[in-house]
């Protein structure tokens, strides 16, 4: 079956260190996003990618980093400069950008750093 | 940027209509609507869109407004498992023309009494 996976389920860090977060998707899309989940509240943009080699900051990228050298592959490294990185991470990804073709999501990665 | 509202909370019985209320009062002519619900600890999942036209799916139905300014989700028999955080949200095309973010606010939470 086609989907997103995201890898792991839960994620503990010490503050400080850098963390990736892995989020992979076979379902032949080009567009891929990262989204940050605080509890109760919607979800923020982080980054995103139209097609492979190319990503633009959302709207809160300061502290994350993003690589898109494959196209099914859009890893999410939380560095120490993001001063509140514990979160529910979501990846998910579209069939191109520009569509209405709707937004497929994983089952997200929740990080937590103490 | 073109901004919903939706009330945080809502409440239904089972096998009960659901009439899920979003105002866009500042939409453009070229926003589309878009529905995804979010059940807890798993990533969002698309529901329906439209763009001027009542559309219908398996799922639901979404009754647009002959202003556009609002819009409403339907359900037409609540179940136990429709119980979701439920998420209006309004194309985001930012300037340069072939970005697409999606913008997700707070949603509402609907609960469904058995």
């Known amino acids: 079956d086609g989907g997103i996976t995201q890898s792991p389920k839960y994620l503990f860090r010490k503050e400080g260190q850098n963390v990736t977060l892995s989020c992979e998707q076979n379902l032949n899309h080009d567009a891929m996003y990262w989204y940050r989940q605080d509890p109760g509240q919607g979800l923020r943009l982080i980054y995103y990618?139209?097609?492979?080699?190319?990503?633009q900051k959302g709207d809160i990228a300061e502290g994350y980093s993003v690589s898109r050298e494959k196209k099914e592959s859009f890893p999410l490294t939380v560095t120490s400069a993001q001063k509140n990185p514990t979160a529910f991470y979501l990846c998910a990804s579209k069939k191109w950008a520009g569509d209405n073709s709707p937004l497929h999501f994983g089952n997200g990665t929740r990080l937590t750093v103490t | 940027d073109a901004k919903t509202t939706q009330p945080n909370s809502m409440e239904s019985n089972e096998e009960e209509p659901v009439h899920l209320p979003c105002n866009h009062s500042t939409i453009s002519g070229t926003d589309y609507i878009h529905w995804y619900r979010q059940l807890p600890s798993q990533g969002p999942e698309y529901v329906i869109h439209?763009?001027?036209s009542n559309v219908n799916n398996r799922m639901a139905s979404l009754a647009i407004a002959e202003d556009r300014k609002s819009s409403t989700l339907i359900l037409h028999r609540a179940t136990l498992r429709d119980a979701a955080v439920y998420y209006c949200?309004?194309?985001?095309?930012?300037?340069?023309?072939?970005?697409?973010?999606?913008?997700f606010g707070k949603g509402t939470l609907l609960t469904v009494n058995p």
């Open positions: 439209g763009l001027t």
């Open positions: 949200i309004l194309r985001d095309v930012t300037s340069g023309g072939s970005n697409y973010k999606l913008t």
């Open positions: 990618s139209q097609i492979v080699n190319d990503f």
